[in-house]
C-alpha cells in the first residue's frame, strides 16, 4: 500500500513510522535496537533537523521522537516549525529531553507537543506511548479521508440529483421545457406578477397542418421538423426570463414574465417570421409550401384571487382564432376573469 497522507489508511495495513531527529547517534542506536523486536514499527533517523520537515512529509511519520537540544536549531523551535508546516502539522511529536522541568514541558506543550519522554526511557513505555499516538494519528487520519469521501460522494450526488431534475424538466425530443416544467413556470410567474401587479403574457402556437407533414414525411421527419422548429422558436426569445416550452404534440408554448399584450405579439410576430425564414418543405400544407405557424398571444396584469388558467384560455381562444381566419398568422385574445 502506497502510504500517502491522502490515500486510505488502515490500522492493520499501515506500519506505525517513527522519525527520530536527534543529533547523537548513540541516541539513535539505542532507540533502534528497542524497537527492532517490533515487526509493525517503522524507524527512521535524521541527523540534520535542517532536513526533518522534508524527511518526515516523505516517509509518512506517524510519530516523531525530537530531542530539544540539537547544535543547529532549538529543538522548541523545532516543534514550532513541525506545526506551521501543513505536510506537518497534525503528526504527533513526543519531545525527548535529558531533564524533566516543568517549565520546558510547558513550553513544549504550548508548541503543539504532544508528549514528553527524559531521554532515554524505558523502552515498554517508550514503545506504549508510540503506539498510542501513532494509532491515535492514524484513526484521525481514517476518519479525515472517511469525511472526504463523505463529502465527495455528497457533492456527486447532488450534481447528479440536479442533472435528473433537469433532464426531468425537459422535452426528450426538442430540449425546450417540458408540460410539467411550463405549469410550475406559469404558477410561479403568475403569483410573482400578483405580488410585483406587473403583467404577464403567454404565447400558445401550433405548427400548421401537422399532421399532414407527419404523413406525408413520416414520423423521423416529423421529430426532425419539431426539433427545427423548436430550434428556430428558442432562438427568437431574447431574455433569459422567457420560457419556451413544448406543450404537447406540435403545439408550443411561451411565458413571458414582466410583457403586455404589445410585447407578446411583437415576441409571436418575430417567432412566426423566424420559422418561415427557416424554409422546411412542407409539400402537403393548405398554407403555403414551407412549414408555418398559427399563434395565439394574451396577456394580463393579474389580481389576487385570479386563476392563470384564464390566460391559457384566452391564448388559446386567440389560436383557434388564428387557425380558423387562415393560420400562419398571430392573433390576441382578451383575458376574462371566470370568478367575476
Not at 513541525?82 to 505536510?87: C, E, I, T
Not at 524533566?100 to 508548541?111: C, D, Q, R, V, Y
Amino acid at each position: 500500500m502506497s502510504k500517502t497522507n491522502n490515500s486510505k489508511i488502515s490500522l492493520d495495513g499501515y506500519k506505525i513510522t517513527v522519525l527520530l531527529i536527534d543529533d547523537q547517534v548513540m541516541i539513535s542506536e539505542a532507540v533502534r535496537r528497542a524497537l527492532s523486536s517490533e515487526k509493525d514499527i517503522e524507524f527512521h533517523y535524521c541527523q540534520d533537523p535542517t532536513k526533518a520537515i522534508k524527511l518526515a512529509a516523505e516517509i509518512n511519520a506517524t510519530v516523531i521522537l525530537q530531542d530539544l537540544v540539537m547544535p543547529e536549531v532549538d529543538g522548541l523551535m523545532m516543534v514550532r516549525y513541525f506545526r506551521v508546516n501543513k505536510a506537518t502539522a497534525k503528526i504527533p511529536i513526543i519531545v525527548l529531553s535529558t531533564k524533566e522541568e516543568a517549565s520546558i514541558k510547558s513550553e513544549a506543550f504550548t508548541l503543539g507537543a504532544n508528549d514528553y519522554m527524559v531521554k532515554l526511557p524505558d523502552k515498554i513505555e517508550m514503545i506504549a506511548r508510540i503506539r498510542y499516538h501513532s494509532k491515535a494519528y492514524i484513526t484521525q487520519l481514517e476518519r479525515d479521508e472517511a469525511f472526504h469521501a463523505l463529502e465527495e460522494s455528497r457533492g456527486k450526488l447532488a450534481e447528479a440529483n440536479l442533472a435528473l431534475q433537469k433532464l426531468s424538466s425537459l422535452d426528450g425530443l426538442t430540449g425546450t421545457a417540458n408540460r410539467r416544467n411550463f405549469d410550475e413556470t406559469l404558477q410561479k410567474e403568475w403569483s410573482r406578477s400578483i405580488r410585483g401587479e406587473k403583467s404577464i403574457g403567454l404565447i400558445m402556437l401550433d405548427i400548421d397542418f401537422f399532421k399532414l407533414y407527419n404523413d406525408h414525411y413520416g414520423h423521423q421527419g416529423g421529430d426532425d421538423c419539431l426539433k427545427r422548429v423548436a430550434e428556430g422558436l428558442d432562438s427568437a426569445i431574447h431574455r433569459e426570463t422567457d420560457l419556451l416550452a413544448r406543450y404537447g404534440g406540435e403545439e408550443f408554448s411561451t411565458v413571458l414574465p414582466d410583457t403586455d399584450l404589445n410585447g407578446a405579439i411583437k415576441v409571436a410576430e418575430e417567432m412566426r417570421l423566424t420559422i418561415k425564414d427557416l424554409r422546411i418543405e412542407h409539400a402537403k400544407s393548405k398554407v403555403t409550401d414551407i412549414v408555418s405557424i398559427s399563434i395565439g398571444v394574451a396577456a394580463v396584469t393579474p389580481l389576487q384571487g385570479m386563476n392563470q388558467e384564464v390566460l391559457i384560455a384566452a391564448a388559446d381562444q386567440a389560436l383557434y382564432k388564428a387557425k380558423e381566419e387562415g393560420r400562419d398568422m398571430v392573433k390576441s385574445g382578451k383575458v376574462t376573469d371566470s370568478s367575476d
